[in-house]
């Protein structure tokens, strides 16, 4: 039986790698097979729990949409739209706010990342975000949430949110509870200047990410400097567990050219790190430089991405407002 599918993806700019092979690669393969309904969110609301450009925020929705399609997301078979148009998701993010508990959310990890030392300073927007996101998949009884590693807890979370609300309101199986679709391997690509931090677009240094609007002679010169160590090419893939760096730059290797990280590892034994780079560039090159070029022609068709956002809008609206009617029923409004 097809899937129903949700995804979303900030409009912060800088998407880059790892939001390609941790998600948008997995969005693609989702979205060929025609039996799958797939809905793409921009999710400008989640966004804005840290401080935006409104300026900026407005190009990168578009810049998110145009990404989606250059990375071969077809609009005519998916839902792409961005989330502040669609009042149910802040409706249903207050509505679950009152199910989901101050206990769950304390034990969120990325708030402790994203919110760093000064917690205090952080906004209310980032501490409850999680909840929001779980309005997002769950106003669409999505049945699959293909996401990279780093939001597996926060689906858990959704989880946990629609079960108490199933059970609290005796509403059994209202509510869809989702299954995360993560890679086995390769679902946490991380920076190329430190093997163990997640690959970001917070992070300072632009050399710690390949963007997915980087040209030829970046991508090539960014692979060039990416940190590794002294030794040769690992001879066995236990290695990998000490040695962070060859692992990442292995696993993107292995991602770009579907194979196993054991055949990656057995390919390039004993190597030199320049031989193996000079391989990975030439595929990352041929896998991105497409995807950019792609991105910059349609940001010139900036009406082009506003109808696909409209339609989407318009789509979305239909399943998601006939949802949140529902959950104010149940709930007693
Ligand atoms: P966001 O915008 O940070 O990232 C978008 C997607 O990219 C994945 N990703 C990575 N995967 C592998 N390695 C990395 N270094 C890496 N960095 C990012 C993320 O796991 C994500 O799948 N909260 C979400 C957006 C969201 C959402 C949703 C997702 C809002 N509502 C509902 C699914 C369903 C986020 O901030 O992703």
């Keep these: 039986m097809g899937k129903k599918i949700f995804s979303g993806?900030?409009?912060?700019?800088?998407?880059?790698l790892g939001n390609y092979l941790g998600?948008?690669?997995?969005?693609?393969?989702?979205?060929?097979?025609?039996?799958?309904?797939?809905?793409?969110?921009?999710?400008?609301l989640h966004a804005i729990t840290v401080k935006q450009d409104p300026k900026e925020l407005k190009n990168n929705i578009r810049e998110t949409v145009a990404t989606f399609i250059a990375s071969g997301i077809d609009p005519k078979k998916s839902i792409i739209f961005n989330q502040s148009r669609v009042a149910a998701h802040a409706e249903g993010a207050w509505i679950l706010s009152c199910v989901a508990r101050m206990g769950?959310?304390?034990?969120?990890?990325?708030?402790?990342e994203k919110a760093g030392k000064d917690k205090e300073k952080a906004s209310i927007g980032l501490y409850s975000y999680p909840v929001l996101m779980a309005a997002d998949i769950l106003l669409y009884d999505a049945t699959h949430v293909p996401v990279g590693d780093d939001q597996?807890?926060?689906l858990e979370l959704c989880r946990d949110i629609a079960q108490k609300f199933n059970n609290d309101f005796e509403v059994?199986?209202?509510?869809?509870?989702?299954?995360p679709l993560i890679q086995k391997e390769f679902s946490r690509i991380m920076s190329l200047k430190d093997g163990s931090k997640k690959m970001s677009k917070s992070e300072l240094s632009d050399l710690s990410r390949i963007n997915l609007t980087d040209e030829?002679?970046?991508?090539?010169?960014?692979?060039?400097?990416?940190?590794?160590?002294?030794?040769?090419?690992?001879?066995?893939?236990?290695?990998?567990?000490?040695?962070?760096?060859?692992k990442n730059l292995l696993g993107i290797y292995s991602s770009l050219t579907n194979s196993t990280l054991e055949n990656s590892v057995k390919n390039f034994a004993g190597k030199n790190f320049s031989e193996f780079k000079d391989e990975l560039a030439e595929n990352l090159v041929n896998k991105i430089e497409p995807i950019s070029n792609e991105i910059k022609k349609?940001?010139?068709?900036?009406?082009?991405?506003?109808?696909?956002?409209?339609?989407?809008?318009?789509?979305?609206?239909l399943i998601a407002s006939k949802k949140i009617e529902r959950i104010k029923e149940i709930v007693g409004f």
Aim: charged fraction near 30%; aromatic fraction near 6%.
């Design 152 to 154: 597996k807890q926060h």
């Design 23 to 44: 998600a948008i690669k997995n969005f693609v393969d989702l979205n060929n097979d025609n039996d799958n309904k797939c809905i793409f969110c921009v999710v400008d």
């Design 172 to 179: 059994e199986n209202f509510l869809q509870v989702p299954e």
């Design 9 to 16: 993806v900030q409009p912060t700019g800088n998407l880059h």
């Design 216 to 246: 030829k002679d970046q991508i090539i010169n960014k692979i060039k400097k990416a940190k590794t160590d002294p030794l040769p090419m690992p001879q066995d893939i236990k290695e990998l567990e000490e040695r962070l760096e060859a």
């Design 298 to 317: 349609l940001l010139g068709d900036k009406n082009y991405l506003d109808e696909i956002l409209l339609d989407g809008v318009e789509k979305a609206n």
């Design 104 to 112: 769950w959310l304390n034990r969120m990890t990325q708030f402790k």
